[in-house]
């Protein structure tokens, strides 16, 4: 009886997935010669992952990653594109998301940039981080609704407070003078309080001239080329070895 009103009472304080727990827990013949104290250690441990994953399922939810599988353990160092694992088990260590680094990804088509940004982002997401995944051909030109709904303060401080910032297909679409504007106001946010991944076509030496070169090019570049670390790929497209890999033509 005072077990049933223990599930009971845990029910009511939302916590089901401890009260499911305890069931099942004093269920299991393994069980039967615990001590109190480490029958009630595996029942908060039990809490704990059930909470940790709920969090993880939210960041991921919110990070909004266009490759929702996309993760380091399916990264492929066989390629001959310039990727050394060693450099990756170490980012995946998010020490310098701590620090405030950012990422600069450049390659050809093909060559995995996304994967491996979006990967790396869900890394930081495993690690308690939050983040966001960003394509600048949809979220520059988009803004110009934001501003007119007046959402755009709110997005920019969200996008601010978020530690790790993916921004993709840098470099691809034309960019006018107010998404220069923007483009400025966001890295200017982040410069020192967040990390940012850029995967781009464009070698980091031509980010200048894309921006359309004086003070706001400078400013731009200054903040994300600072403190940052750089990953070079090429080699065979990996979307062509993946055609090859499914038997397709």
């Not at 009472?9 to 001590?35: F, G, I, Q, T, Y």
């Not at 029942?43 to 993760?71: H, M, P, S, Y």
């Amino acid at each position: 009886m005072l077990l049933e009103q223990t599930i009971i009472k845990l029910n009511a304080m939302r916590l089901r997935s401890m009260a499911a727990a305890v069931k099942a827990r004093l269920e299991r013949p393994d069980h039967a010669d615990l001590s109190f104290t480490e029958l009630f250690g595996l029942i908060v441990d039990d809490e704990w992952i059930v909470r940790e994953n709920r969090r993880l399922t939210q960041r991921l939810a919110g990070a909004r990653f266009k490759e929702k599988n996309a993760c380091i353990e399916d990264i492929d160092y066989e390629s001959a594109r310039g990727l050394k694992k060693p450099v990756i088990l170490e980012l995946a260590q998010n020490h310098w998301i701590e620090t405030h680094q950012n990422l600069l990804i450049t390659g050809p088509t093909g060559a995995g940039k996304s994967f491996l940004a979006q990967a790396l982002g869900q890394q930081a997401c495993r690690s308690g981080a939050t983040a966001i995944y960003l394509r600048l051909p949809k979220f520059l030109p988009g803004l110009a609704v934001h501003r007119a709904d007046g959402s755009y303060t709110r997005l920019f401080r969200q996008l601010a407070r978020t530690a790790l910032l993916v921004l993709d297909d840098w470099g691809i679409p034309t960019i006018a003078d107010q998404e220069r504007a923007d483009l400025l106001e966001l890295v200017e946010d982040r410069h020192g309080t967040g990390a940012t991944i850029v995967a781009s076509q464009l070698p980091v030496a031509a980010w200048h001239t894309y921006l359309g070169g004086g003070i706001i090019a400078d400013a731009i570049c200054d903040r994300l080329v600072t403190n940052s670390r750089r990953i070079e790929l090429g080699g065979e497209s990996q979307r062509g070895k993946e055609r090859k890999k499914s038997g397709e033509n």
